[in-house]
């Protein structure tokens, strides 16, 4: 059931954010490379990190699902280090995919490339404060999914300049199928940006992002979305049980049809409009159910939602760190 969730949410709710606000519809090509992504082979990520040592701070479930899809990818074992006050979390990490456990923090900055930040947002400011000199001293990426916390909160934090790029993944990436965008400050490189980029492509899809703010767009768009997807797909279940299904029954057909759905879309070279147009038969029942959602006032519904989300995520941010600066 999680699976066929992550699909419908991958398909449907594919970030472009760096499209310009003139051109308000999708590619075809967006589409496209949603729903072919997962049947590319990942042969150039051995290549792309290759003499490189990723190191989590955290251990948590996203950090996992990140080692996990690296490993799969091709990633030496040798090449992953994890730090995690937790020692039972950490041996689980370690019985599973042979990563290397550092005794603390210190060591793990020393002997790594890249640091990716995967602790919670209410502690990341305790974790980085003593990091600094050993960051200044190795200058490794910094890779953020540090929900809410912003890129000048990070440098402040350590007291030093350093490449960093910040991320919001989501919660399909546990199973192999996520969205995240990204965004990069100025000391990114174009090396450490590909790098980054072939890192999170192994949980699912990345996009960049233009400006720091847009990740707040992101976080309402992909990041809160898969929540959307599934009250819509609640509701809808429940209409099929009300009017008489049994639960198992409304239940895999909307979970099949939401799959199917996604695939469909994913897959075709139509508009999405095209495709609504398909299914709706003049005067028939979805041209019926169609104008009861637009009479409901759905899109504006959607679009409230949204709002609401991405303004709830600039507010976290300045309530995790009241002197960031966006």
Request: glycine share 8%.
């Amino acid at each position: 059931m999680q699976q066929w969730f992550a699909w419908a949410q991958i398909y449907l709710a594919s970030a472009q954010p760096t499209k310009t606000r003139q051109n308000r519809q999708p590619s075809q090509d967006a589409f496209a490379a949603v729903g072919t992504y997962n049947n590319q082979p990942l042969h150039n990520f051995s290549i792309t990190i290759l003499n490189q040592t990723i190191g989590f701070i955290g251990g948590g479930n996203m950090a996992a699902s990140l080692i996990g899809g690296m490993a799969t990818a091709g990633a030496n074992h040798r090449q992953l280090m994890v730090y995690d006050p937790d020692a039972t979390r950490c041996a689980q990490l370690q019985r599973d995919y042979g990563v290397h456990i550092a005794a603390d923090n210190n060591a793990l900055v020393t002997q790594s490339d890249v640091i990716v930040l995967a602790v919670k947002p209410q502690v990341l400011k305790q974790v980085l404060e003593p990091l600094g000199e050993v960051c200044r001293d190795k200058r490794p990426l910094i890779l953020s999914i540090v929900a809410g916390i912003r890129i000048d909160s990070i440098l402040r934090w350590l007291n030093c300049d350093l490449p960093v790029i910040r991320a919001m993944p989501n919660t399909p990436a546990l199973v192999g199928l996520g969205a995240t965008g990204m965004f990069a400050n100025a000391a990114v490189s174009d090396q450490q940006r590909a790098l980054a980029k072939t890192l999170l492509d192994a949980v699912g899809l990345s996009c960049w992002v233009k400006n720091e703010s847009d990740i707040d767009a992101v976080t309402a768009l992909s990041g809160s979305s898969p929540a959307y997807f599934m009250r819509f797909l609640e509701a809808l279940i429940e209409a099929g049980t009300d009017a008489g299904l049994a639960a198992d029954t409304s239940a895999a057909l909307a979970l099949q049809t939401m799959r199917g759905t996604a695939h469909l879309v994913g897959s075709s070279d139509q508009a999405l409009a095209q495709l609504i147009t398909n299914v709706t038969s003049p005067q028939g029942t979805t041209e019926r159910a169609l104008s009861a959602l637009d009479s409901g006032g759905l899109k504006d519904l959607v679009k409230t939602a949204f709002s609401a989300a991405q303004q709830r995520a600039g507010e976290l941010a300045e309530e995790l760190d009241p002197d960031s600066v966006n």
